[in-house]
């Protein structure tokens, strides 16, 4: 039951801009039976076009401007005595006509807005996203056994939230935590990241607080980096611990730290460090598995396994 009402909530949080254009065009339609005013009733119907073009882009916009259109002319056809005081003349059929043009060239104008204020956005996006991609390459350039791994773990957290059905804004934060999750290893010896040896109390304490570090760092940065921040400051934290309550409270390990740590794990774990050989995926993927529920979220490891298993396909 509660599995059911959460898809039905999710449903309608993901189509929320198309289910306000429906119910405010089943208003615009029921007013044409309930109020007496032509003109009202017309300029209602530029609600949902507004709404639909701002929200969803002029194809959405075009289409439901000429829904409205069909709507107004078969009520108008059908039952003329709802729009005119009698039989449709010349002069109401050009009213209906200039009516119309308006509500087509409304809803390309504001639709065409909206998609060129997506293609800015895309543009600011896809260059903040380098930017960080360089960032992370340039703190991993100064040791081999690490390089690539942000972007590795990045790749992997982001295909994995595409395969749970994420929206957008969630798969890029996930992406962008992905990339910066080590950050704060900036702030740690490179003499401890590399050594082969196994590290004493001291410097695992100094590795341990590489989360904390990073998760500062990302904090000066302000409002852009706002959502990431959580999921760098979690992505250690075993999913068991977001079942147990602490001081009466839950302790809510976000979505996409625990997406992260299963990709940071699996890319740790078939990667060559200075003190073990990688192994290959499928047993890093099998031990990820018996990890399932304690160490990691088991819905994110089937969909972990499923972006693995159809990497693996492909080599």
């Known amino acids: 039951m509660d599995g059911g009402f959460e898809r039905f909530k999710e449903a309608v949080f993901k189509n929320f801009e198309l289910l306000l254009v429906v119910v405010i065009l089943l208003a615009a339609f029921s007013g044409t039976f309930l109020l007496k005013e032509p003109s009202i009733v017309l300029n209602f119907y530029f609600l949902p076009v507004l709404v639909s073009a701002y929200f969803l882009g002029r194809r959405m916009g075009l289409l439901a401007a000429i829904f409205s259109i069909l ?13 005119f005081a009698g039989k449709l003349g010349a002069h109401d ?20 807005l909206y998609e060129t204020n997506e293609r800015r956005l895309e543009d600011l996006r896809n260059a903040y996203i380098g930017i960080v991609e360089i960032l992370s390459k340039y703190l991993e350039s100064t040791d081999r056994y690490t390089k690539g791994h942000s972007v590795r773990v990045s790749e992997l957290a982001m295909e994995t939230a595409i395969a749970m059905e994420l929206d957008r804004s969630h798969v890029e934060n996930i992406r962008v935590a992905g990339l910066l999750h080590d950050i704060g290893k900036i702030e740690v010896s490179g003499q401890i990241l590399s050594k082969a040896a196994a590290l004493t109390s001291e410097e695992r304490q100094q590795m341990d607080e590489h989360v904390e570090k990073g998760a500062r760092l990302l904090s000066a940065v302000g409002g852009v980096l706002k959502e990431v921040v959580p999921i760098v400051m979690a992505h250690h934290k075993y999913f068991s611990d977001n079942l147990e309550p602490q001081n009466g409270r839950r302790n809510e390990i976000p979505l996409g730290a625990r997406i992260v740590a299963v990709a940071d794990s699996f890319d740790a774990m078939t990667t060559d460090r200075p003190y073990r050989k990688g192994m290959p995926p499928w047993q890093a993927l099998e031990e990820i598995t018996t990890n399932s529920g304690k160490q990691f979220d088991p819905s994110v490891v089937e969909a972990f396994g499923r972006v693995v298993d159809k990497k693996l396909e492909t080599i």
């Open 71 to 83: 709507l107004v002319v078969v009520c108008a056809v059908v039952f003329p005595a709802f729009f």
């Open 93 to 112: 059929i050009g009213k209906l006509s200039s009516w119309g043009g308006f509500l087509l060239l409304t809803s390309i104008t504001v639709g065409t």
